[in-house]
């Protein structure tokens, strides 16, 4: 799946684009614009679909001075499939989490989405970076299954590899004193999938190893 602009998944032409752009927004967008904001695709090519969405009632099209500007109809019985199809990474990261929170007898600190997946930038091909940091150095007897068992879930529900980065409290605290170069990911990209918040977590960490 592209998590960049998941909605292709299901419209692999220059529609799915189209309605992404359509579907982020209620302000009304020309077709110039809108063909800048998809990205693909030529200008003549994107007033074809907006021709054509308009025909369905899925686009209202409004005449303002030498332009018609384009909008969705949130009203049409298809623009909720369009809205979902959009939301597929929040449907991951909320399948993810509750994989964790039901099923993992060994919890973690904290899982975060990170790289490309968690900043919507990757393509079909990328995978789904996921850090996971126990809460002992020992390897509970169940977290090795467990994170493959995640993994292989990802993979049927995106058809994307889940990559872990998997570290104890002890080593992310080894990791954040060295300023190793991936904590800078964490940070800037991190999204929660379960536990506590990584920046809230590095913070807390550093805060107490401050004090001792």
Do not use: C
Request: hydrophobic share 40%; glycine share 8%.
């Amino acid at each position: 799946m592209d998590l960049s602009n998941p909605v292709t998944t299901v419209i692999t032409t220059l529609d799915g684009p189209v309605l992404a752009v359509l579907a982020r927004t209620t302000q009304p967008l020309t077709g110039r614009k809108i063909h800048q904001l998809a990205g693909v695709g030529s200008e003549s090519g994107t007033r074809k679909v907006l021709h054509r969405l308009f025909s369905t009632g899925l686009v209202d099209s409004t005449v303002v001075g030498p332009s018609n500007q384009y909008v969705l109809n949130r009203d049409h019985v298809a623009a909720e499939a369009v809205l979902e199809l959009l939301n597929l990474r929040g449907k991951l990261i909320d399948r993810m989490r509750e994989a964790v929170d039901f099923e993992w007898t060994e919890k973690p600190v904290t899982a975060t989405l990170f790289g490309s997946a968690a900043r919507s930038d990757g393509g079909v091909g990328s995978d789904i970076d996921l850090l996971l940091v126990r809460p002992e150095d020992e390897i509970h007897p169940h977290w090795e299954a467990q994170v493959s068992s995640l993994a292989e879930w990802v993979h049927r529900w995106t058809g994307n590899h889940l990559q872990t980065y998997d570290v104890s409290r002890a080593e992310l605290i080894t990791h954040l004193h060295n300023d190793e170069p991936i904590v800078k990911n964490w940070i800037r990209d991190g999204l929660t999938v379960y536990g506590q918040d990584f920046r809230q977590l590095r913070n807390r960490l550093m805060h107490n190893g401050a004090e001792q």
